[in-house]
């Protein structure tokens, strides 16, 4: 009895701990990680865990336990470790006739491999037998499996298999077809037409989850290839019929969510009808009632029903819709911006910024609830109705807009970003709608009163123009910057430099009742300020004191007070002229240099005897005509600190010459770039308004060459003139060892990695460029393979040999997007270039990029000019890098 019961005992403990090479449950592992305190002692658990999983799969002996330990190892997957050794056991799992072992190999298949795997091959088999069989969730999982990672070869091999399933009378089975096709109309986009009739056949059913899986794959098919619209817009009555019954059904409870039946086929539904509606009337007009009826009777008060009002907004705004249904559409939004929501505001505005250009008018009916979202704490609210108001503004509206948005500037607080934007804004929409010269005065001058600290330099100088260019507006102008300076506790220097610089111009308005009463006449009736009144020359001096003893004034309004204090020497009487003189001398001993030098000028100007020299020196600026952008007055790199006018030149231009200056104008800011010139103190004047003088910039030494693939960027020794072989020696030096052809298109050597090493048929060489008369304008073909047709559209100007400007055209030539495309250049030593970016990295069939750039070569006649080419970019998810092509067909 004791050896029975110890017998007993050791089995039992056996089972309890288990034998040394097996490993433990699923359910055991979690709770041992869980239970771990430091990452040491996790990466323990783990790895001990791997190495017995990994013993049980060396042996080789089905203990049933296969997949529990494919199982663990998709949780130490999902842990971040490295399970690489477990991809053949879920295919071998994936083969067994069990459906709880299948069930895992086909979760690890999905998770552990992807389709870029050559491992994946193996499984083609597998899948088709899956497909076959009679127990519809095998054919699930087999579904599944290729929806998730279906290379293009399985999708080729299979898809007739997935066709098959269409005509199954499961819906389980068909709903997974369906979802299976997207992916195989995405990796084989040729295959569209073999899935039309299909994708159609699922429309006739009642079951809503193959509704969705058809309508999302009729929808991808249109997107990668809209010619086969044509062949779906027959569908449109049956669509209609669908959501017709949608709207009108009772309440079904596996379908109703918030008293809504199924809300996301209904969007589904809206979409596709949006797509079909788009570019035929006949359509559009199949499905206007419907959408009528939805948009009338949905409900609101929730998000489901908001979705489907905004889907309805979208499919009636882009289709040809009457223009009763548009100002239903509009109305919605119009509600949406009443809500309390943020994201259903937010999409109301960018909605309406997308359609303002078809109904203006509906808008403008809803611009008082557009201006209300301006108080929103959302700052993307604000942002997106200030583009909307700035949208809206017409000739007729100007005024009361304007208003409102100088109203908000005034109560608004904080966000001086927001408050710059806001400034902008307003400042680009009286320039452009200015009903008034009065008008266009009072609004600049409201904005530099309020909201003066964010406001850039170029408001001040609109200011300066218009009083300049209209002197019966000078008196009003003085008197209502006098009068803001004096009642502002705090005065911003944007004020205090534009009231000072009036007062030193037109002080003599603030001393005549002739000019109170033109400056009274000027008042708008709503101004809440007094009346203006003569102001006496103590009070004007007594005021300017004040500013300057102020902590908060700089050295350049100093600078302006002590301009305004000799200029007010002449427009007051000899009585004020010992004092102003007095407060200019003290700054004689100023530390500032400018205040200095400009004190001691003034004081030996004051002492003039000859009072008809001094009143030509300190009379009335003259205005110029227009506003001179600190970009064009600009001398040796000075930078802007208020205005990024250097921003880069736009890179879709179509016209030669547009091209041709904005590279001359890239070429001399880059040349002018890395000069530091010492900057002299700038005297007081409002900065943007200067003569109109254009200075030719002196150019730069060009620098060596630095190359873009890993060559020595050290300056280049001059070496004797090569011929047009030593040249491409020498760029081939650069990209590699590799030969590279010369003519100017891409070597047939380039390996197709769908299609395996079938070489591609090599482009014949281009003949040479003819020239012109004149500016010579050629092309050059670069590379024409794989989709992707790259041409070189140049020009060169006899004037300047050695310098040819180009656009590089890149046009995809597949039935689906290029991505990730790059082009890099490389020049030699004795030449020079000059990129911009391209438009875009994503080559869309039939839409082609450009690429502008420039090359020159410093030594033409004795050298070649010569240039190599690197195209990247990813065609149907592979990576194709095409080897270095040489381009030497340029006249010397």
Known sequence: SDLLWRGRSNKQKLKR????????????????????????????????????????????????????????????????????????????????????????????LMLLLDETQEVLMLVTNCLKNDLKHKNPYIVGLALCSMGNISSADIARDLSNEVIRLFRSGNPYIQKKAALCAIRIVRKVPEMVNDFVEPASSLLKTKQHSVLITGISLISEMLKLKKKVASKFRRLVPSLVRHLKNLLLAGYVSEYDVVGITDPFLQCKLIELLRILGTGSSKASEEMSDILAQVSINTEPAKNPGNAILYECVQTIMSIDAEDGLRHLAINILGRFLLHRDNNIRYVALNTLCGVIHRDTSSIQRHKNHIVDCLKDPDVSIRRRALDLIYALVTKNNVGGLVRELVNYLSVTSGDNEFKRMLTDKIVLVTEKYTPSKVWHLNTLLSLIEIAGEVTRDSVAANAVLVAGHNPELQPYTVHRLYHSLKKTMVPSEALMRLAIFSIGEYGNHLVSQQSVDEANAKRSPESKQPKFSVVSPSDVLGTIKHIISRPTCTQNVKAYVLNALVKLSTRFDATMEAAIKATIKKYTSSMSVELQQRSCEYTKLLELSNGEIKSKIVSIMPTPEKLIRKSESKIDGE??????????????????????EDEDEEDTRRKRKPRKPVKKPKKPAVRQVVSEQKVTPKPAPVAPLANLFEVDTSPAEPTPAPSQGDASNILSSIFGDSPAPSNGVANAGTTNLLQGSTPIQQTAPSPAPSQASGNSNFVIPVYNAQGVNVIFQCRSDPSKPGQYKIRAVFTCNNPTSITDFDMKVAVPPWMKKMIKPAASTTLNPGSPVYQFLQIINNQIGSKASVMKVKLDFMVNGSKQSIPPITINQFPN
Do not use: W
């Open 17 to 108: 701990e288990g034998s040394p090479n097996m490993s433990i449950k699923l359910r055991e592992l979690i709770r041992n990680v869980r239970a771990c305190k430091s990452s040491s002692e996790e990466r323990k658990v783990v790895f001990k865990e791997c190495a017995l999983i990994r013993t049980s799969f060396k042996e080789k002996v089905d203990t049933g336990l296969r997949h529990r330990n494919v199982a663990k190892l998709l949780y130490i997957h999902m842990l971040g470790y490295p399970t690489h050794f477990g991809q053949m056991e879920s295919l071998k799992l994936i083969a067994s006739p069990k459906f709880n072992e299948k069930r895992i190999g086909y979760l690890g």
């Open 639 to 660: 930078e802007d600190d208020d205005e990024d006018e250097d921003e880069d030149e736009d890179e879709d231009e179509d016209e030669d010459e547009d091209e041709d």
